[in-house]
């Protein structure tokens, strides 16, 4: 490939286009990047739409941290000039809006395969790990849920101050945590374990409980507290 070439999103296979993945599959099976593609319309000569999305995704923290960027802010990012970050600012003001129109109607959890049912479908196409943590109220409904981590959940990287600081922000008293294992394998490693037992007690000392820890595999899973890895 030419050195400063850059694939079209008009010459990636179509089953791979965010429209025609949208039409075919449905909203529900896109992920967060895939949307905020499908959104922005159009890239920039430096890269394509698919790519400046995926980029401001991870670069933010998830859809959290772009939702709490101004118009201004937004267009300091490279590829987006006032019109994308109006469009982009305004779809993210409308889910936040829907999120607190009917708190009543929220997701509720009761068991793992609940949460992972609700991640499952984007996370087990991640070709990179994803950390993400689902903030919880007292009644285990689903507040929303936050990408902490993407491209290495490792032990030596994961920090408890970062993994609840959303949960302190939005005064959630408890959480559970989910990644992904690209492999397919959703067994937890030793670092899994470690990261989950460090994540347990600091929980503890911040009054917030840490409910599971969610291993997700390709359309398997493993929940880390029934088999008590990592939890007392």
Known sequence: MAE?????????????????RLR??????????????????????????????????????????????NVAELCR????????????????ELGLRLASTHPEERVIVRSPREVAGLLMNEMSQLSQESLRIVLLNI?????????????????????????????????CPQVIVVHNHPSGDPTPSRD??????????????LEIELLDHIVLGHGTFVSMKEKKLGFP
């Not at 400063?4 to 025609?20: A, Q, V």
């Open 77 to 92: 990012e490279r590829g987006l000039g006032v019109a994308k970050a109006s469009q982009l600012r305004a779809a993210l």
């Open 24 to 69: 075919s599959l449905g909203a529900s099976a896109l992920t967060n990047a895939e949307l905020i593609a499908i959104l922005l319309g159009t890239g920039s000569r430096d890269e394509n739409v698919l790519a400046l999305a995926t980029r401001l995704h991870s670069a933010h923290g998830g859809l959290s941290g772009l939702a709490r960027l």
């Open 4 to 20: 400063g070439y850059h694939l079209r999103l008009r010459e990636m296979p179509e089953g791979e286009r965010p429209r025609e």
């Open 139 to 171: 009644k285990n409904q689903v507040v929303r849920i936050h990408e902490v981590y993407h491209g290495n959940v490792g032990s030596a990287l994961v920090r408890p101050s970062e993994v609840y600081r959303e949960a302190v922000r939005d005064n």
């Open 192 to 205: 899994d374990i470690s990261v989950t037992a460090h994540l347990v007690q600091a929980g503890a000392d």
